[in-house]
């Protein structure tokens, strides 16, 4: 596979493609002279201004707002047992922020236009905070407001730098590490490339070496000027153009029941529910997806927008889906806001079978990786939604199917175990977020012939201010129901899809669902008619 179509699925898998299709994919993805569309991406030369990459100037915006609170900060907590060298975890990250110059970055205005100033690499102060004398389980509790005060204390995007250490002790071999980072820095990949470079310094710190690692090639400066330089003029509108002309009259909003009456201004305020997906149920998505040259997350998103239409009661669904945006291999050990946004919008219409669906959203979905470059915050500008303080633009439902190299944070004989936090901020009404990591767990499928395997997941997360906490169990069990039917009746119609049938837990939360969904339209109705 060459590197072009490797870029153009960053996110998904493309072994279930047929050649046809990846010659059109390839061909989709170059110029009508043949030479790639973009320049490559090289250093760059630096002026005095160094402009924000369209994903930075989103989130610059609406931290200027001020409406956002903690929604982008991005935090973990990883438990270390044994024995911690403080000073070679300190210089381990001072190391860290120096290769990285996006982590001591900050973002001020100049003439209405925010621009990015890369501060000197300093030492990083480790801050340290002693439980050991605070008793078991208070300990814990008390272990738990620190990482929740740290999660959601704000950052200050004019002031550097973007990443933030805690070391709490709670014993002589017991500690824990708690990192946050802002998004407009830092993404889901840079996890990864953070957690390999900090435990490679730290081994070699500890250890009385030097550090080892290669300096980057590139920095995410040079990213953010080749962006703008390259989408700009003719490139970026014939990207625009093709959205504009897929999102022609799409519906603003994905009218779901809900609960509560949505506030007028969104708190981002969520919740998450985490669950495991049945061996037997993967291995039905797969073959689905083989027989039918189909990505795994094709099949899923084909489940995932029956359900919402089901739910809203509209054919035309319009959810959105993140892809890494690393497009050359060059940005792979970056840390950085690559990320990017697609809309993919799907029509339900005409009651087709869940293959004939299947083949529409594939059809959307090659549409959408070939035009990944255009980012999703010049698509909105473009558009020119009505904007909302109650909602976001453009879609409401986001689906996700992470299969980013994961890694575990190894600090020399250290071994680390995350810690969960209570509560989480939210930026769209409803996340649904499959995960496919490698584990040592023996399931019997895998998406590609390793010696690992792979132990699929998912998890929901619902704004809390519109839903209860039954509807968000309501929503995942239907969405099982969805896919079990999905594997056994695809040449069944949608409207004949017994998507409450095939669980018997889904079947109740179904008919509830119902019988909800009838009472609150009949209100709406009887609302509508004592105002007209």
């Not at 998904?12 to 010659?23: G, I």
């Not at 070679?88 to 100033?117: C, D, F, K, M, N």
């Not at 993140?322 to 940005?331: H, I, N, Q, Y």
């Not at 939604?385 to 190894?410: G, I, S």
């Amino acid at each position: 596979m060459d590197a072009l179509i490797e870029a153009a699925y960053s996110v998904d898998k493309v072994r279930q493609l047929s050649l046809a299709e990846l010659k059109r994919l390839r061909a989709t993805a170059k110029s009508p002279s043949g030479s790639p569309r973009t320049p490559l991406l090289a250093k760059q030369e630096r002026g005095a201004a160094i402009p924000l990459s369209y994903g930075q100037e989103r989130l610059w915006f609406l931290d200027q707002l001020g409406l956002v609170g903690p929604a982008y900060n991005l935090p973990s907590a990883l438990r270390l047992r044994g024995v911690v060298d403080v000073e070679a975890l300190e210089r381990s990250l001072s190391e860290l922020v120096r290769r990285h110059e996006i982590l001591r970055t900050r973002y001020e205005s100049a003439a209405g236009t925010p621009l990015q100033l890369i501060d000197p690499a300093e030492p990083i102060s480790l801050r340290r905070r002693d439980l050991s004398l605070v008793p078991g389980d208070e300990q814990e509790e008390e272990l738990r407001r620190l990482f929740a005060r740290e999660a959601n204390a704000p950052f200050s995007l004019g002031e550097g730098p973007m990443l933030r250490a805690v070391l709490v002790r709670l014993g002589a071999e017991h500690h824990v590490l708690l990192l946050t980072t802002h998004h407009i820095a830092f993404d889901g990949w840079s996890v990864g490339v953070l957690r390999r470079e900090l435990g490679a310094l730290y081994d070699a710190y500890s250890n009385g070496k030097p550090a080892s690692l290669p300096e980057p090639a590139l920095q995410y400066a040079d990213y953010s000027i080749w962006q703008r330089n390259v989408l700009q003029g003719p490139a970026l509108q014939t990207g625009l153009q093709y959205w504009k002309e897929r999102l022609a009259g799409a519906p603003p909003q994905l009218e779901l029941p809900t609960d509560r009456p949505r506030p007028a201004v969104e708190s981002f305020r969520g919740a998450q529910l985490k669950f495991q997906l049945p061996s037997a149920l993967v291995t039905s998505l797969r073959a689905l997806g083989r027989s039918t040259s189909s990505t795994p997350f094709m099949v899923l998103l084909a489940a995932y927008q029956v359900l919402l239409s089901r739910w809203s009661g509209q054919d035309d669904v319009v959810i959105g889906s993140p892809v890494a945006g690393r497009t050359s291999r060059k940005l792979d050990e970056l840390v950085g806001l690559f990320v990017n946004t697609l809309v993919l919008r799907t029509d339900l219409s005409g009651d087709p079978t869940f293959l004939e669906l299947l083949g529409r959203v594939k059809e959307i979905t090659l549409g959408a990786y070939a035009h990944q470059d255009v980012p999703f915050e010049a698509l909105v500008n473009e558009l020119r939604t009505e904007r909302h303080l109650a909602r976001q633009p453009v879609f409401q439902v986001m689906l996700a199917l992470q299969n980013y190299p994961k890694e575990d944070l190894r600090l020399g004989a250290l071994a680390d175990r995350g810690l969960r936090r209570r509560g989480r901020q939210l930026i769209s009404t409803f996340r649904c977020i499959c995960t496919n990591r490698a584990t040592a767990s023996p399931v019997r499928s895998s998406t590609r012939p390793t010696c690992s395997r792979h132990e699929p997941s998912s998890g929901s997360q619902i704004i809390s201010d519109c839903f209860w906490r039954e509807s968000r169990r309501i929503h995942i069990s239907v969405f099982d129901g969805c896919r079990c039917s999905a594997t056994r009746t695809g040449d069944c119609s949608l409207n004949g899809m017994p998507l409450n049938r095939s669980i018997p837990r889904a079947q109740r939360c179904m008919s509830s669902l119902n019988d909800r969904c009838s009472v609150r339209r009949t209100r709406s109705r009887s609302s509508s008619n004592g105002n007209s």
